[in-house]
Each structure stands twice: as C-alpha cells, then as structure tokens.
C-alpha cells in the first residue's frame, strides 16, 4: 500500500546539536515531496519541497533536505537547532505530483534541551 | 500575505448536535481541503474541493458533508457530532504547488 513513513515519533536533541528527522515513503514513481512544521496551537506552515532537479532543497528557518531516490527518503536536517525548533514536523507526499491530494505521515515530535 | 482563517479556535458540541466548521481564504485559490489531526495518525483527508460547488471525498468522509457556495469559503458539517469526531480540524487551501493552513479548530464532542 502507498504510505508515507516517519519512524521517529519523538527526538530530543540539545540546543546546537544537528538534527536529522526521518522520511520514506512507499510510491512507484517519484512524487512531490514537502516537509511542514506545526508549532503549538498552530497551523502548519511549509518547511521546503522538492518536486524535481537537485536533490538537496533548502527551505526556511535553516532547514534542508535531501531526495534519495535508491532509499526512497526525503530526511529533513538542520546543522544546529534552536530552541524554538520545537515543534511537531511533518512530512507529506503528493503521489501523484500535482493533484494535490498530500499523504501525510505521523509526524515527529522534536523537543530540544537548553 | 497568504492568509487562511477558520471561524472558531476551540468548540465544545453535544453529541447529536449538527456543527459547522467555517475557513475563509483570501488567496483567490481553487482547491481548499478539510484534514483532522489526531495523535500519531497525522493528518487525514476529509475532502477537498476544486472548484465553487464542487466536491471530492477524501480518505475518511463519514460522516461530514461540505459546501462551497463561494469561492473564498469551504464549510465542514458533522451532520449530528459523534464523541469519535473529537479532534482538531485543519483547513488548507492550495496555491503556488503548496498547501497552505489555517490554525485549525479544536473540536471536543460531549
């Protein structure tokens, strides 16, 4: 079945380290691909995506992440995380790039530690 | 800026109750969508719209309805509000290949 994997459900990093947050994703060809971040009490708002071209993408906030077709995983990285990178992130496809009907994983609660 | 709202933050319904879920776009986009997120289930597509009047089921429909008489607005109704449908509601409208959300409401059924 098609499906969008995050198979860290909570990471706790300190303030500075580098961050990593998981993502694969289980469709035949290569969909779009966005990472969205919800802090508290919020919407969620874009972090970055990739749809084509060079597959290290940069967003906002620091954030960035690279497409691996041969694993099928779109990781979100940061080098060194603030403490307002708490948050919940979400990773989500569109798996037929451009129908706009985004599968979202599970997401991944981040706590950072000052 | 882009900007999506929805009507309430938090509400407290009974359950039977018939509850509208109101979210307003100000970005002139097409497609507007209703998810609910629950814990370590993500967000579910509930349904989305593509046009004024037009409608598609998403992933779990049952028991919602919508409606998009305008453009600008796209409704959720729980037709008679079960305590299984307590959950936060987000609405996305879509523009420039990217959803973008409103803050979602908070939805307690009793």
């Known amino acids: 079945a098609q499906s969008v994997t995050q198979p860290d459900i909570h990471i706790t990093v300190s303030e500075g380290a580098s961050l990593e947050l998981r993502c694969n994703y289980s469709?035949?060809?290569?969909?779009?691909l966005f990472w969205y971040v919800q802090s508290p009490g919020q919407g969620l708002q874009l972090l970055l995506k990739y749809f084509s071209g060079d597959t290290l993408v940069q967003g906002i906030k620091g954030f960035e992440a690279e497409f691996k077709r041969s694993q099928s995983s779109f990781n979100l990285r940061k080098p060194s995380v603030h403490w307002s990178d708490a948050a919940e992130y979400f990773c989500?496809?569109?798996?037929?790039?451009?129908?706009?009907?985004?599968?979202f994983g599970t997401g991944t609660r981040l706590k950072v530690l000052a | 800026d882009v900007k999506v709202t929805q009507s309430s933050r938090y509400l407290v319904k009974r359950t039977g109750e018939k509850v509208f879920l109101e979210c307003v776009q100000d970005?002139?986009?097409?497609?507007m969508f209703w998810y609910r997120q629950d814990p370590g289930l993500g967000l579910r597509l509930i349904y989305f719209?593509?046009?004024?009047?037009?409608?598609e089921k998403g992933d779990i429909p049952e028991g919602y309805s919508v409606s998009r008489e305008k453009k600008e607005r796209f409704s959720l109704i729980l037709e008679s509000a079960s305590t299984n449908q307590t959950s936060m509601y987000l609405c996305a409208s879509q523009g420039n290949d990217e959803q973008y959300f409103g803050p979602g409401t908070r939805l307690t059924v009793t």
């Open positions: 719209s593509y046009d004024v009047k037009m409608k």
């Open positions: 970005m002139d986009h097409e497609n």
């Open positions: 469709y035949g060809a290569t969909p779009y």
């Open positions: 989500a496809v569109d798996p037929t790039s451009g129908t706009y009907k985004y599968i």
